[in-house]
């Protein structure tokens, strides 16, 4: 069974409608915020907007039992909580990093839809960048 047979199968319509919706939004709008990491002006603006899709992708996959995303968002979100909190710039290997995780998202977005299993995750990506360069 896919993903999107189970949703459908588990979850009232209308939830995993709007589930759908918002997170090909969030997907679709990932890699422009990361990229905007490396824009000064845009810094602090795009850190904190990556950091609620990633708390609102994690909030909405625990809800709807989706565990690899779920773990890979809160993963994501912890260590978006540490750039936050820091007033170094993002290094290339830190938005690398989360280009790669942005391509994971849209990966399963492509599975949701095709009623896929969701892809697995890619080790490289659960290898944290070195934030503190």
């Known amino acids: 069974m896919g993903v999107k047979s189970y949703l459908d199968a588990n979850f009232d319509f209308e939830i995993v409608d709007e589930f759908l919706d918002h997170y090909s939004m969030m997907v679709d709008s990932m890699e422009m915020m990361i990229i905007d990491l490396s824009k000064p002006a845009l810094h602090e603006k795009s850190i904190n907007e990556l950091f609620r899709v990633f708390h609102n992708i994690k909030s909405a996959s625990g809800y709807l039992k989706i565990i690899p995303m779920q773990k890979l968002s809160a993963f994501v979100e912890d ?31 492509e599975d949701i839809k095709n009623d896929r299993e969701l892809s697995k995750i890619q080790y490289a990506l659960l290898k944290i960048p070195d934030l503190d360069k």
């Not at 260590?79 to 995780?101: F, G, H, Q, V, Y």
């Open 79 to 109: 260590e978006l909580e540490i750039l936050r909190s820091s007033d170094k710039p993002i290094t290339n290997e830190t938005i690398n990093w989360l280009l790669a995780i942005s391509d994971m998202f849209a990966q399963w977005l």
